[in-house]
């Protein structure tokens, strides 16, 4: 059974970071695309990161460029998403994502909390 599950949240102070961890587990990690969103109360889910299957190219928001960087271990097949200088407006719950066969894969998400 294809399974993604997320960890690493918490409550940061702004400037602080966080890395958060996306496991998969049913599937061969390196094979996929994986991408990060977020989701704020009362927002829209909004696209964070992700990083290609073929030659690990990234992409990022632009809100986050600068301050995200994606990776994965495929040892571990793992995904990270490390997050530096966090601002508030980063809290969400944030998860990670893939899509195998066509069918949609959700991980339960993490949530991040930036505040003093």
């Known amino acids: 059974q294809l399974q993604l599950v997320e960890s690493g949240g918490g409550l940061v102070q702004p400037g602080g970071s966080l890395r958060l961890s996306c496991a998969a587990s049913g599937f061969t990690l390196d094979y996929y695309a994986i991408a990060w969103f977020r989701q704020a109360p009362g927002k829209e889910r909004e696209g964070v990161s992700c990083?290609?299957?073929?030659?690990?190219?990234?992409y990022y928001a632009d809100s986050v460029k600068g301050r995200f960087t994606i990776s994965k271990n495929n040892a571990k097949n793992t995904v990270y998403l490390q997050m530096s200088t966090l601002k508030p407006e980063d809290t969400a719950v944030y998860y990670c994502?893939?899509?195998?066969?066509?069918?949609?894969?959700w991980g339960q998400g993490t949530q991040v909390t930036v505040s003093s």
């Open positions: 990083i290609s299957n073929s030659d690990g190219s990234t």
């Open positions: 994502y893939t899509i195998r066969r066509g069918v949609n894969y």
